[in-house]
């Protein structure tokens, strides 16, 4: 976090004034100390987060500098404060949360109270995170999850779950003692370990498990008051036996739609009655657990009566009937009892019955036979079933009929869902989530370093033992064919684990009806805050709606959407149905925590100093592993949904959210990748079939820091399509200390226009004395070991001739003989202004290749790389080749189409014929101006007007003297750089008079000299080869042609660029190629 700090000076005071000050603000300070309340406020009555490392004003404000002590740093204490301020502002420190400040105050009063953090371990943490993971799965599934998969499945299954937690809460412990933990709990440790696109992926993942968590408590609490307490409640009822499950899913949907309304009114009006009631709905569920195992250990010498009736090896309901027997004797008569009726057509002795129930007898067990019976030797394995099977005792002797039909119908206890090992595992989950409780709460911890890691792992260690010892105790108590009534049929409809408690099963119904209706309201609490942080955190655009809400920060917009998602769960209905789907973004959120310490502990960053120091990137790794599996053990499908839905979060993230640095394990883990990458790529060139064209781009500036030729960047999008390296350079001239502030306002110019010509790669800009060298350092140092340039990309100078341009001819020559030296390739787009942009599309046209020279192959590779862009994707790819006198033009087009075949590469080949003949009186006189020109700018060094009308009078007066037609030429030259005497009219004319006779003289020698010979033929070879490349390509959309390079002897330099000039005349779009002398294209595979 950045350091900031602003201090005001003032006028010094008295010494008595100032003794006076400070004791006064001494003893405030203590008395802040003894109280754990002060009273704080502000404009909108929001606690906001303070830190010593951010600027305050008003806290500044008494950080007065004094005295001369400290007179050698006094210009740096605007941004370095004195340590006495900076130990100041840490004491003074606190995280209030930013939640909900409550109106219903006196309306009066302006300054509002807000409680300073003061809650210890066991009020803040340890109890949270207890309500939190004690609910109701232990009530409502535990005593089936044991009966279904026995004993040792059971302790399996929950040590998995329990163990992941645990692992969990390990790394969880270790990032939250890593610095002060401001309010925000797990997503605050989860993005700023990680990074704002995990942070975003995950926190949202968090949201959903959290909300779906409020449907699953919503869910249990309207069965428990609809099978336990008030059945008559019911809406819809059965007429048919079948149809019991359905009518009992629409009963969920009604009123679960009616108690999510209810409780979203309970929340929008008032949170603090819902953190009232916390502890009330805590002490219900100590209270239950308390009970059970009071029931336990009753059972040991007094069990309770509970019977159960089977027929043969079939547990009954006894929903249906009273009596558990076929008849009863009364008065020496015997009767039939309901039961026989229900098996039986008619209530006489010799009607026609069932055939099982004809041949099996009706017995009576005791459901609780209690803890010394014995009965946990059969309830150690499991006992899977298919949907629809009726629920068997192991065991117990039975007679199956003849023709065993469908039992629809009869008083049997059905099983209701399919069951195996890894549906138990996600529907048991979600009893163990609940261990960020304490991390969530962390603005209102007193100590949240350490009450966090204590509190936390206490809490699982406890409900851990609870979770193993009640599955000991309920297959050592109860008898296996009770654990598996999921509703407690076979019991008279009362719920399972109330008929071991004590002193009464309605001890356990009402505490678990008001334990889960707590925690319903505890997520609808929660998850809308969770949203609302992410929304104000700013890094998913479309969510910032939901960071908004009443005047008292209360989330009214999350709100609502998290009631939405809700009443989702509430129409899916089952209990068992929403219990895998919450696990699996529990999950997820579990494994990226494990994840985030994992990196911190291997990329060993300096900042990584947890407190908690029981901690190990192993276990890490075992916990984020564990979790994967859990998600996939569960339900692979879910898993796989989940994932996709984080995924899509995290590239939506990635590819529209705002940017945060937040110091982040992924970054950092990026910086080492990035280093490991570095150190195996080997400084020496790349294999042919590796080598592509990392571009060194030479931009040049305006006065305004701005891009002169934004479509250099748009052309080297196109070239590039995202792939190999890209380095954006440009030279700002003077000394970097007086530059600072226009290299980064260039930096930020240029980057911006990286990012709207989708440009990827680096910028880097360079302060020089000189332009020349800056280019030169730029060359010679851009990149970093094996990732440096291979081939530079510039715009050619088109103002060469022109003085006012800094990059001129010499620069440019100079930066071609540097890429030669440095066996760098070398681009030059003539005319760039005339390229097409990103947006731009040719449907048709061709792009050029003039292959006058092997340096490479690089001329080949260009177009490949060009087509595969969607500008030039249409354009055909055209080569040529220049044929001299003595070669055969019809074996060269031959050998060039094999070859292009072996390259893999689709061209049209067609060779030119330039035979050779006498030079023109043209290419003659275009040479003797140039040279003409040279040699009179390097004999007179006048101000640029009267340099402009000598050259005038020389070009005139050659035009006399030869009246072969010449083509008009710019002959503007560069200025030198320094000009030793300043020439005006007045001494002008007077040294003209002067020395009438040497000036006539050294004109006169200017217009008798002959070209050179060298130029000469050069110019003949520039002028034929344009007039060739103009026949052919006029009309192409993009030229390529060999870039001749410059002379050895720099007095030829102007020449040169007269020669290129030459070269490239009449064509629209040009691009000069020099390859580095390597081979960068092969015919093997």
């Known amino acids: ?62 950080n007065v500098y004094e005295g001369k002590n400290m007179a050698l740093f006094e210009e740096e204490m605007d941004s370095n404060p004195m340590v006495s301020s900076l130990l100041n502002k840490l004491a003074n420190y606190t995280n209030l949360t930013q939640g909900v400040v409550e109106h219903e105050a006196d309306e009066e009063s302006k300054r509002k109270e807000v409680k300073l953090p003061c809650m210890g371990t066991f009020i803040g943490v340890y109890l949270p995170c207890l309500q939190n993971i004690l609910g109701v799965i232990l009530f409502l599934r535990l005593t089936w999850i044991v009966g279904t998969a026995g004993v040792l499945e059971s302790f399996i299954i929950v040590f998995m779950c329990c163990a992941c937690t645990m692992l969990t809460a390990i790394s969880m412990s270790a990032i939250a003692t890593n610095g002060v933990v401001p309010a925000g709990g797990s997503y605050y440790m989860i993005s700023r370990s990680l990074g704002p696109e995990f942070g975003g992926a995950v926190g949202l993942c968090f949201y959903l ?15 428990i008051l609809l099978t336990y307490i008030s059945p008559s409640a019911a809406i819809f009822k059965a007429e048919e036996a079948d149809g019991e499950t359905e009518a009992m899913l629409n009963n969920m949907r009604v009123y679960g739609t009616c108690i999510i309304i209810l409780m979203a009114i309970v929340v929008f009006v008032g949170v603090k009655y819902v953190n009232k009631l916390a502890l009330v709905f805590l002490a219900c569920v100590i209270l ?55 098996f039986c057509d008619s209530s006489l ?14 017995t009576e067990i005791q459901g609780i036979p209690g803890i010394m019976s014995g009965v946990l030797i059969d309830n150690l394995w499991s006992t899977y079933s298919e949907k629809g099977s009726i629920v068997e005792k192991k065991n117990q002797p039975s007679l199956p009929g003849p023709e065993e039909t469908k039992p629809g119908g009869f008083p049997y206890v059905f099983t209701d869902i399919m069951t195996y090992f890894t549906m138990l595992v996600g529907i048991y989950f979600p009893s163990v989530t609940g261990i960020m409780a304490g991390s969530n709460r962390s603005g209102d911890l007193k100590d949240a370093q350490k009450s966090i890691p204590t509190g936390t792992i206490l809490a699982i260690a406890t409900t851990s033992f609870i979770y193993l010892s009640c599955i000991v105790m309920f297959g050592a108590c109860i008898e296996g064919v009770i654990l598996r009534d999921k509703f407690g049929e076979a019991v008279n409809g009362n719920l399972v684990v109330g008929t071991l408690a004590w002193p009464s ?3 356990i119904v009402i505490g678990s009806f008001f334990s889960t209706c707590g925690a319903g309201l505890q997520s609808l609490t929660g998850a809308p805050r969770l949203l609302q942080a992410i929304a104000r955190d700013g890094i998913v655009p479309f969510i910032q709606v939901f960071g908004h809400g009443k005047a008292n920060g209360e989330p009214t917009w999350a709100l609502l959407l998290t009631a939405g998602i809700c009443e989702i769960g509430i129409l899916i209905a089952s209990l068992d149905s929403v219990a895998p789907i919450l696990s699996m973004f529990f999950l997820m959120c579990y494994m990226f925590v494990n994840l985030a310490c994992a990196v911190q502990t291997l990329l060993r960053t300096p900042n990584w100093r947890p407190r908690f120091k029981y901690y190990h990137w192993t276990l890490s790794f075992l916990g984020m592993s564990l979790c994967l599996a859990l998600m996939f053990i569960c339900s692979w499908y879910y898993a796989l949904i989940a994932m996709l839905i984080a995924g899509c979060i995290y590239k939506y993230i990635e590819y529209r959210g705002a940017e945060k640095e937040w110091g982040d394990g992924i970054r950092g883990l990026s910086l080492n990748a990035a280093r490991y990458a570095l150190l195996r790529v080997e400084d020496v060139p790349p294999h042919t079939k590796n080598w592509r ?65 989708k440009t990827k790669g680096f910028c880097q800009i360079v302060v020089s004395p000189n332009f020349r060298d800056g280019i030169s350092y730029l060359i010679q140092s851009a990149g970093l ?70 340096d490479g192959g690089m001329l080949m590779l260009l177009p490949f790389l060009l087509r595969q862009h969607k500008v030039w994707r249409k354009c055909k790819m055209r080569i040529f080749t220049v044929a001299q006198m003595d070669d055969n033009s019809i074996q060269m087009k031959k050998d060039l189409q094999m070859f292009l075949y072996h390259l893999r590469l689709n061209a049209e080949v067609e060779v030119v014929e330039m035979f050779e003949n006498d030079i023109s009186a043209f290419t003659y006189e275009k040479t003797l101006m140039m040279e003409q020109r040279s040699q009179m700018l390097k004999q007179m060094q006048l101000s640029k007007n009267e340099r402009e009308r000598e050259a005038q009078l020389i070009h005139d007066r050659n035009t006399a003297a030869h009246s072969a037609p010449v083509v ?35 004109f006169k020698d200017i217009f008798n000299m002959k070209p050179n010979q060298s130029n000469v033929r050069r110019m003949h070879t520039a002028v034929k080869l344009n007039g060739v490349v103009l026949n052919k390509s006029q009309h192409a959309q993009l030229v390529l042609l060999n870039m001749p390079g410059p002379p050895k002897n720099r007095k030829g330099d102007e020449n040169y660029m007269e020669f290129l000039e030459v070269l490239t005349e009449g064509l629209d779009r040009v691009l000069l190629v020099r390859g580095s002398g390597r081979e960068v294209i092969t015919i093997y595979s």
């Not at 109280?35 to 404000?61: L, N, Q, V």
């Not at 498990?209 to 309207?222: N, R, V």
């Not at 820091?705 to 960047?713: A, E, F, M, T």
């Not at 226009?742 to 010509?757: C, D, I, P, R, Y």
């Open 1 to 62: 976090m950045p350091t900031s700090f602003t201090v005001v000076p003032v006028e010094a005071q008295g010494e008595e004034r100032r003794s006076a000050e400070r004791d006064e603000h001494l003893q405030e300070e203590e008395e802040e100390e003894e109280s754990c309340e002060r009273d704080r406020g502000s404009a909108d009555g929001i606690a906001r987060e303070s830190s010593p490392f951010i600027t305050s004003a008003k806290m500044d404000r008494g």
């Open 209 to 223: 498990g959290t909300t779906f968590a409020g449907a699953m408590y919503i869910l249990g609490t309207i069965e």
């Open 288 to 342: 239950s657990i308390i009970a059970i195992y009071a029931g336990v250990i009753k059972t040991a010498f007094d069990p309770p009566d509970f019977p159960i009736c089977l027929l043969g090896n079939r547990t009954l309901s006894k929903r249906s009937f009273d009596v558990c027997a076929k008849f009863t004797e009364s008065n020496n008569e015997t009767k039939t009892t309901a039961l026989w009726q229900l």
């Open 349 to 362: 002795l010799n009607a026609t019955c069932d055939d099982y129930f004809s041949l099996n007898n009706v």
């Open 505 to 507: 099963p309605w001890v």
């Open 693 to 757: 064209p990392q571009l060194l781009v030479l931009l040049n500036l305006d006065s305004q820091q701005l891009v002169k030729h934004p479509r250099l960047l748009s052309f080297t999008s196109q070239l590039k399509a995202g792939k190999g390296l890209t380095i954006v350079g440009s030279v700002l001239q003077g000394i970097y200390l007086d530059k600072c502030t226009e290299t980064q306002k260039a930096e930020e110019n240029v980057k911006s226009l990286m990012g709207v010509e």
């Open 785 to 854: 070991g094996g990732m440096k340039h291979n081939t530079v990309l510039m715009a050619w100078p088109e103002s060469w001739k022109q003085t006012e341009n800094c990059f001129s001819w010499k620069n440019f020559v100079d930066t071609v003989r540097e890429t030669t030296a440095a066996q760098q390739a070398l681009l030059v787009a003539k005319n760039i202004d005339l390229f097409p942009t990103n947006q731009e599309r040719f449907t048709e046209g061709n792009i050029d290749v003039w292959w006058i020279v092997h």
């Open 968 to 1002: 008009k030429a710019n002959v503007a030259a560069a200025v030198p750089e320094k000009v030793q005497m300043t020439w005006t009219k007045e001494k002008f004319v007077a040294e003209k008079h002067k020395n009438k006779e040497s000036n006539v003289s050294g």
